[in-house]
């Protein structure tokens, strides 16, 4: 094997990497702007019916790509490069999943909205000091 094949393959790998982390960005941006609508009682109700329907659609879209590329990465690559993508579909049928759950809680006009508030705003950015944290420790060389 050569060295530009080497680099080739590592190259693939991070821009299949960047393709998912713009996709991640791209969805938080989009969920923030749903939170923000979670609160008030009439507009919840009907943010919470399209991040229901939302989120039914992304795990039916997930499940299938997560089973396409996981046949298609173990019969194609080497065996240090498969399921990557298999692996981010998973994630992102949890997070369907996730979604589907607050959608329960969000479309109930006023406990729905103190729900979600009080999630948001106490669990919500705990868990994100907590992601934040580890992204820190493992950048760092920091022992998680």
């Known amino acids: 094997m ?3 094949t080497t680099l080739s393959e590592v190259g693939s790998g991070f821009s299949e990497a960047f393709e998912y982390q713009e996709y991640e960005r791209s969805l938080v941006e989009f969920e923030k702007k749903l939170n923000s609508w979670s609160y008030y009682p009439i507009a919840s109700t009907v943010t919470g019916t399209y991040r229901g ?4 659609l992304s795990s039916i879209k997930h499940t299938f790509l997560a089973g396409f590329y996981g046949v ?3 019969l194609s690559k080497p065996i240090e490069e ?3 993508r298999t692996y981010k579909h998973l994630q992102y ?3 369907a999943g996730i ?3 607050r959608t329960s809680v969000e479309v109930v006009p006023v406990f729905g909205n103190l729900t979600t508030l009080f999630y948001d705003r106490v669990v919500g950015r705990a868990c994100a000091y907590q992601t934040e944290m580890e992204k820190f420790q493992i950048s760092h060389n920091m022992k998680v």
């Open 99 to 101: 979604n589907l759950f």
């Open 82 to 84: 498969r399921f990557f």
């Open 53 to 56: 329907i939302w989120g039914a």
């Open 93 to 95: 049928i949890e997070h």
């Open 2 to 4: 050569s060295i530009n």
């Open 72 to 74: 298609e990465d173990f």
